[in-house]
C-alpha cells in the first residue's frame, strides 16, 4: 500500500512540475526546486506573475478592536 501511496504522489509532482513549466519560463529543475520550497503551485505561479502573497493577520476579537481603538484615540 505504501508504494501505490508513493506512485500517485510522485504523479501529481511531476504533473505540477509540468503545470508550472507549461505556465512559466521556468525549465523542470527550477520548477523542482520551487516545488519543494512551496507545494502549493497556485503561489508559485503568483510569485512568477509578481502577485502579492497574503500575509497571516491576526484574527482579533471585538473586545480587542474596540480597547485599541479607544487607546488610540487617548494617545493622540
Not at 26 to 32: F, L, R, S, T
Not at 54 to 63: D, L
Request: hydrophobic share 30%; proline share 1%; aromatic share 8%.
Amino acid at each position: 500500500m505504501y508504494m501505490d501511496i508513493r506512485i500517485v504522489d510522485d504523479e501529481k509532482f511531476s504533473k505540477s512540475i509540468d503545470m508550472i513549466c507549461r505556465h512559466t519560463n521556468y525549465d523542470k529543475k527550477i520548477a523542482e526546486e520551487k516545488l519543494k520550497e512551496n507545494p502549493n503551485v497556485e503561489n508559485i505561479l503568483k510569485e512568477y506573475l509578481g502577485g502579492v502573497k497574503k500575509t497571516n493577520k491576526e484574527v482579533k476579537s471585538v473586545n480587542e478592536m474596540i480597547y485599541k481603538e479607544i487607546r488610540n484615540h487617548f494617545k493622540s
